[in-house]
């Protein structure tokens, strides 16, 4: 028995001893690609030598005599501490992820080939000015230096993902930086999914009641719509029976409701303390580890340009110079259309158009998948852009039978100068500078903030499609691609997108909100962002005569629900201080406590506090109680809860109270009663799901913000070290955005928000501050993988100054290029 005891202990130490070599190992071939930040090297490929100083939180400053010697600079950088980030969204928008991943990915291969978006970049190649030619040119033998580093000295494959996946990396062209902008519009672009949704409830009930759940932005209406199945001729259409397939692996098109968001906001020198102008932005994504964002600052001929950057291109998309400052918002223009085409019944290869049928332009392409045998795809191009298949985005529930469904969109173009705007705003000096440099700007459309020294503007960039009057359902639906009156024509001009230049008031902002009334079709959009936030970004501003960079950065961080303070009062009017005394441990006691902290709640979403999770849990569950008899299955697609919906519904706007009356009961139901048994409901899914005393459940256990891994957030084990979690205030209608996920175990996971923050303060612009909410590595096992996001999360920041002393100061590294002796 001693011996057999023995051996036990000997097995179970060897055991351990090697699970620890395993491990040893492991971190050794992972560590070996961390960068080394402080020394000399010669490279090819510049001309001068190149200084990049990183300070203490990692942020490079990168210094060279040339403008190209900087941006190959920059590619450096990036390649150095986001290789694998890079490779990803170039894989993705090539549809190349099913060579890594194989058969899960297949889908999202699928569509990016369908929408041909690195061909068409390839194109607009050609277009771009010599300085953005030059720019990308050196951006791309940048990336290229740090690979060939990565091949000749055997630098852990450059990352340590390539260790479980393919580390073919085959060189950075100039081509892959115009794909990655087109790749970040189809991340901000939702108005397809809309007309999904709008065609799908138009079919499942009367206009009135489309009003109610599909509100239009508050101000003035919209003329009514024609009924989607008229739209048809002939005997009523059949639409396909089928289920909403579950979003693909590494899908970038994001779901209804996460398509952009963002803040952003300036005060003149008469609004500001200190004289000088002000502006503040935090553009919102989807959340992960790491951030898109890479902060960084580039000596420029034209000037020092500091602020965030996306690894893959040559860009600040958002931050300052010394006297000029740009922040971006999602602009919510609709710039996309779904069109339905009529297949010819003798010639399913030819669509209906004005002049009659014609052929569906073709071509194959191979998807080459991992451990399987490749497929080839039939591209199928209309005059309108290109055919969705019907399994994508639901399209089959909404697309009868002899048609199929294309997508007209903005970014659908080789006469894209997209990038050589991003370059001009980087160079310029003053806001009427920054509005002409933009002018070359297609897709993705954004909401530009600028300040200058004494000036403040705000522009809508991006172009807007150039739609028909008699336009038949107003790019709300999907409409007839064989009626001329439905296709576009020329864009409108540059001058017709909204532009807002030194306001009166000397104040201006933009939360995603509805900022024109303009007529269809010059109207911008139907769906806009934001209804709320921009509620209590009006009250913060007029609060004060003069703001600060402290009051800017306040607002930025308020976690304020003008939603709940307004839904609050008008679900429970009759509900608050009623009833008869109930014993502990009753539902009738519950109700009454819930009620009790929310009746003496101020609306604040602050993590520690119990009243923002019942308050969240009793809406949802109310949303889904009013809208589930009439919607049945479709219910699933409102997975967030609509503040314009809720109020038409409690306020009887057009008779919209009709919603609580269940229609499968005899009953007539009040909202009164809806709004009890909804409240029943979230407190029953909180024991359930949370326990213990309604006073002791905090918010922020469950509005936690989950910064996962791209691909190996999901992984067991691995999960643990690659994602990040964070306890976070705010919600989905704060200014301190947290968007919930909606949908799962957890549906107040926080999942998509300020992922960067910037305050340029232009009386003293290096007081100005930035951060992101991660790090600036891409590299788990680097100290800057997280550094920054604790900073993020508690609402601090770092400074970046344009003062090549002061970084160096703080220097944790120092790398110096020099050119390489011919």
């Known amino acids: 028995m001693g011996k057999f005891i023995l051996w036990m202990i000997r097995g179970i130490a060897a055991l351990v001893g090697l699970a620890v070599a395993v491990l040893a190992l492991v971190y050794y071939l992972a560590s070996q690609s961390l960068p080394e930040y402080d020394v000399t090297r010669e490279t090819p490929g510049i001309t001068a030598p190149v200084e990049i100083v990183r300070n203490n939180a990692n942020i490079p400053h990168i210094l060279g005599e040339k403008d190209s010697d900087v941006f190959f600079g920059l590619g450096y950088v990036h390649a150095q501490d986001r290789l694998w980030q890079m490779m990803m969204m170039r894989r993705t928008v090539q549809g190349r992820l099913s060579e890594m991943f194989g058969a899960r990915t297949l889908k999202t291969d699928e569509l990016m080939r369908r929408l041909d978006l690195y061909s068409l970049a390839r194109g607009s190649l050609q277009y771009q000015d010599d300085d953005t030619r030059a720019a990308l040119e050196a951006y791309a033998s940048g990336v290229n230096a740090y690979l060939a580093r990565v091949n000749s000295e055997a630098l852990g494959r450059g990352a340590p993902e390539f260790f479980l996946f393919s580390n073919e990396i085959s060189p950075w062209q100039p081509v892959d930086s115009l794909a990655i902008l087109k790749l970040m519009g189809v991340q901000l672009a939702g108005q397809l999914e809309d007309e999904v949704l709008r065609a799908r409830v138009s079919l499942a009930l009367p206009e009135e009641r489309v009003r109610d759940v599909l509100p239009d932005m508050p101000g003035t209406g919209v003329a009514s719509l024609p009924d989607y199945a008229a739209l048809f001729d002939g005997a009523a259409p059949r639409f396909a029976n089928m289920d909403i397939q579950e979003r693909p692996t590494l899908w970038p098109s994001p779901k209804r409701g996460f398509a952009g968001a963002s803040n952003g906001w300036a005060a003149a020198p008469n609004r500001s303390a200190a004289g000088g102008t002000l502006l503040a932005n935090d553009p919102h994504l989807g959340f992960s580890a790491p951030s898109i964002w890479y902060l960084a600052r580039l000596e420029l001929s034209s000037g020092g340009v500091i602020g965030g950057s996306i690894p893959g291109m040559p860009l ?480 601090e920041f770092t400074p970046m100054s344009l003062d090549p002393e002061l970084a160096r100061a703080a220097a944790v590294g120092v790398t110096r290029l020099v050119p390489r002796p011919k």
């Open 316 to 795: 600040i998309m958002a931050g300052r110079t010394d006297g000029f400052g740009f922040g971006i918002t999602s602009s919510y223009l609709d710039d996309q259309d779904l069109h339905l085409e009529k297949l010819n019944p003798d010639n399913v290869d030819e669509v209906l158009t004005p002049d009659g049928f014609k052929p569906i332009t073709t071509r194959g392409t191979i998807l080459r998948i991992k451990d399987e045998a490749p497929v080839t795809l039939t591209l199928q191009w209309t005059p309108n852009g290109p055919i969705l298949p019907s399994d994508m985005y639901g399209l089959g529930l909404i697309t009868p039978v002899g048609h199929a469904m294309s997508l007209s969109w903005t970014l659908l173009t080789e006469k894209d100068r997209s990038m050589s705007a991003g370059i001009g705003l980087m160079r310029a000096a003053t806001v009427m500078e920054g509005i002409a440099a933009a002018a070359d700007y297609v897709s993705p459309s954004l909401t530009l903030t600028m300040a200058d020294n004494d000036t403040i503007a705000m522009k809508v960039i991006g172009q807007m499609p150039g739609r028909n009057s008699r336009h038949q359902t107003q790019g709300r639906i999907p409409s007839p691609g064989w009626v001329k009156d439905n296709l576009w024509g020329a864009p409108l001009s540059y001058s017709a997108n909204p532009e807002f230049v030194q306001p009166s008031g000397g104040i201006l902002g933009n939360t995603n909100n509805k900022i024109i009334d303009r007529p269809f079709p010059a109207h911008m959009s139907f769906n806009w962002g934001d209804s709320q936030r921009i509620q209590r970004w009006k009250r913060l501003m007029q609060a004060r005569e003069v703001h600060t960079r402290d009051s800017f950065i306040e607002a930025q961080l308020d976690s304020v629900s003008v939603t709940a303070r307004t839904l609050l009062p008008l679900v429970g009017a009759d509900l608050w201080f009623t009833g008869e005394a109930a014993p502990v441990g009753t539902p009738e006691r519950d109700r009454q406590d819930a009620l009790g902290l929310l009746a003496n709640w101020n609306g604040e979403m602050n993590e520690h506090m119990p009243e923002p999770l019942i308050y969240s849990t009793w809406i949802r569950a109310l949303q889904n109680r009013l809208i589930r008899d009439e919607l049945g299955p479709l219910a699933k697609a409102f997975t967030h809860v609509d503040p314009v919906f809720v109020e038409r519904v409690y306020r009887d706007i057009e008779g919209a109270s009709i919603w609580c009356d269940v229609i499968q009961s005899a009953a007539t139901e009040s909202c009164t009663d809806i709004a009890r048994v909804a409240l029943d409901d979230a407190l029953l899914w909180l024991s359930e799901n949370a326990g213990g005393k309604q006073e002791s459940l905090r918010w922020g256990d469950y509005h936690q913000a989950v910064h996962k891994h791209a691909v190996l957030g999901d992984v067991p084990f691995l999960k643990w070290f690659v994602n990040i979690r964070q306890s976070t205030s705010g919600g989905d209608n704060t200014l301190l955005r947290g968007l919930t996920a909606g949908t799962g175990k957890n549906p107040f996971q926080n999942v998509h928000g300020a992922a960067y923050r910037g305050i340029y303060d232009f009386s003293d612009p290096d007081s100005s501050l930035f951060v992101t909410s991660t790090g600036q590595s891409g590299h788990p096992l680097s100290r800057h993988y997280d550094d920054l996001g604790e900073l993020w999360r508690r609402g």
